[in-house]
């Protein structure tokens, strides 16, 4: 890239300066050797605008029995270890929150929180049983604040449910479907969990495929 490569940042995930350029159909990426991420340089993350219009294409309906299937495996270990009545947020709901409507079904209180389609702060005040954050965590800018500010709204003893896809191959991820969304700016292994886990000290679970289970100890 000559005179114009890019600062070399440090992991926006776990704050490593062990980084290096992982560059894919002319967008700049950077892997983290501590940590195993990739994430997108910051002159290439989206504006604003375009990334509404992106999620505003989604067909996540509630009442969609397979959008419901996909979130069960989620969901599912989540509710097998929480208690009647908890409180949950689901952070990062979208416009219709169909885990939301599943933990409500299920005997728990949900609130909802989402910078663009349920920006109500005061949902952020709270302190809660439970966090979903289901297909959220790869349009992170700022994943380590981001995981901070998870931690600080959970309740010791609580529960994070994460769930996002896993990185593919780095001889496939060019071509990598998950990575042509240009709203997807980070990407995880299951490795990467287990550090972000042992860095905020929770205890960290793989219970399915692309799910991560997180408890802060209490």
């Not at 409500?104 to 005040?125: I, N, R």
Request: proline share 7%; with cysteine.
């Amino acid at each position: 890239m000559g005179a114009n490569k890019p600062d070399r940042p440090a992991c926006r995930v776990c704050g490593s300066s062990k980084t290096r350029l992982f560059p894919a159909a002319g967008i700049v990426y950077w892997r983290c050797n501590a940590c195993l991420a990739t994430f997108m340089d910051k002159l290439h993350l989206p504006e604003p605008v375009s990334e509404r219009k992106r999620y505003e294409s989604h067909q996540n309906d509630p009442a969609d029995p397979g959008y419901r299937r996909f979130l069960e495996k989620a969901a599912k270990p989540l509710k097998a270890r929480l208690s009647p009545g908890c409180r949950g947020l689901d952070f990062g709901c979208g416009p219709a929150s169909a885990m939301a409507k599943m933990m409500v079904e299920a005997g728990h209180f949900m609130a909802l929180y989402d910078p663009v389609f349920s920006p109500d702060l005061s949902a952020l005040d709270v302190i809660y049983d439970f966090i979903t954050c289901t297909e959220v965590a790869e349009h992170f800018h700022r994943p380590m604040e981001e995981f901070e500010r998870l931690d600080s709204l959970l309740h010791p003893g609580g529960y994070i449910v994460i769930m996002t896809c896993f990185q593919t191959d780095d001889d496939k991820f060019e071509n990598w479907h998950y990575r042509r969304d240009f709203t997807h700016v980070v990407f995880y292994r299951e490795e990467t969990f287990q550090i972000i886990a042992k860095r905020m000290g929770w205890h960290c679970e793989i219970p399915a495929k692309d799910v991560v289970l997180m408890k802060k100890p209490g």
